[in-house]
């Protein structure tokens, strides 16, 4: 099992080929940036390094092995405050294994931030 990290969800997990956009969160898989200099509203869901392994508007559809979840520009300020909550909260995580909302129960403590559906 791999250790937690306390930087885990708060940091990029793939490189991005934009310096312009700000980073929200790692969830569910995905890199979440919000693109500030286009002032459109619209938010950058990014799944690899591979420069088209990406998807973007104003919302967007994440796909996961629990299930899937729309995500909105609007939904990014708590999206943050959600992954650093579950950050901060490792027997919220335990709980949340324990009473069966974890669709992958071996999946590495490093991954679990990817999949709880907060
Ligand atoms: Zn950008």
Redesign the pocket.
Known sequence: MSARRPTMGLEPRYQHD?D??VFVAHYKGYDV?D?V??ESGSL?ARTSSEGPDYQSGERVLLSYAGGEEWLSHDDLPGLRARVERILREPELIAAIRAAGGHPAPKARLSDLSDSLDL
């Open positions: 934009c312009a956009c940036w693109p200099h286009e950058v």
